[in-house]
């Protein structure tokens, strides 16, 4: 197994957006064990995406079983994810590899229904909310080329939050 | 090695003083780090980090017409510019009641005995001129655990007659 190179912002890379994985040969499950190999390199990291080392697949791997505080699906695969059903926001506090000494307070969904296969084709459906699904969602933005840099909210804003209303 | 300038800077509101301030600086290849600008009360502060090639005397110079012009005071320190080394907060505390002299000082010397490191905090004086009420936010570090913390602010609530909550921040890193 490989420790692939992380992009690291403002690579422009990180903007592309990823294509379907189509070809489920043994590439595909290799280049998996290597982004794991990849992911697993840095410690209290809860997951990663394709694009992010560079191969614009859609492709992500979540893991939040180390804070055994949040209900998990456990290691999860996730390829060709589509998000079915939003449910609920909540705010909190995200990072990323690829963008170094910063992190933000940004807003996702509480709870959402992901559908996915994985590296065997196999059809997955997870019901999931909080952590887990932040960490989804985050990963997922990476295939449309977003970080979570596009989504923050501002320190004030954040503190004292009003809906405003267009008319 | 650059040289780093902080700059403090307040006056009375008005538009245009980012926007004046920030083009004085440029104009004297000033490449600006990490800055905080806000209103606070009628007033607009700034302060930032500028990293400048002239020295802080130079550019005092140059800043004065320009500050004298806008009615701005303004303060220049020589600073080491410690980037790239952000602390991560692990708790978020909301403090809000009756506006009263003293919740700042009582609050964030129980913060500090209770082992708190204060990153960020802001507050407001909100509600109207005859019943103000303070919201202050703070994220730190707690230093001592999260239960330490929250039974500072229990006592706190229970003897300044405010509202104290705190949240645990549990950064998601992806």
């Known amino acids: ?167 | 090695m650059e040289n780093w300038l902080m700059l403090t800077l307040v006056g009375k509101d008005r538009p245009g003083i980012v926007a004046e301030v920030s083009h004085a600086l440029f104009n004297m290849k000033g490449n600006l780090g990490e800055a905080s600008m806000t209103r606070l009360g009628g007033n607009f502060t700034i302060m930032l980090m500028v990293s400048i090639p002239e020295k802080k005397s130079a550019v005092a110079e140059k800043l004065r017409p320009l500050c004298d012009k806008l009615k701005l005071f303004f303060h220049l320190d020589e600073v080491e510019a410690d980037l790239h080394h952000h602390i991560e907060p692990d708790v978020r505390i909301s403090i809000h009641g009756a506006d009263q002299a003293g919740i700042v000082a009582h609050a964030t010397s129980a913060l500090f005995k209770a082992g708190l490191n204060i990153l960020n905090l802001e507050s407001d004086v909100g509600g109207n001129p005859e019943n103000p009420v303070y919201i202050m936010h703070i994220e730190g570090v707690a230093g001592k655990g999260l239960d330490t913390v929250d039974k500072a602010l229990q006592t706190l609530a229970r003897e300044n007659n405010v509202v104290a909550s705190m949240t645990p921040i549990d950064t998601m890193v992806g």
């Open chain 1, 1 to 167: 197994m490989t420790i692939l190179n992380v992009l690291v912002y403002p690579d422009e890379n990180l903007k592309k957006i990823s294509q379907p994985v189509k070809d489920f040969s043994a590439d595909l499950k290799k280049f998996v064990r290597d982004l794991e190999e990849t992911f697993r390199s840095f410690p209290g990291c809860v997951g990663i995406a394709a694009p992010q080392v560079g191969r614009f697949e859609r492709i992500v791997l979540v893991d939040i079983s180390h804070k055994p505080q949040h209900a998990n699906h456990g290691f999860l695969v996730l390829i060709n994810p589509e998000i079915k059903f939003y449910e609920g926001t909540s705010l909190g506090r995200e990072g990323c590899l690829s963008v170094p000494d910063y992190t933000g307070k940004v807003e996702r969904a509480k709870s959402i229904t992901l559908e996915a296969v994985n590296e065997s084709g196999e059809k997955l459906q997870f019901c999931m909310s909080g952590y887990e699904a932040r960490a989804v969602q985050h990963e997922m933005d990476h295939l449309d080329g977003k970080l979570f840099l596009d989504r923050l909210v501002g320190r004030r804003n954040a503190l004292s939050r009003r809906t405003e209303v267009s008319t």
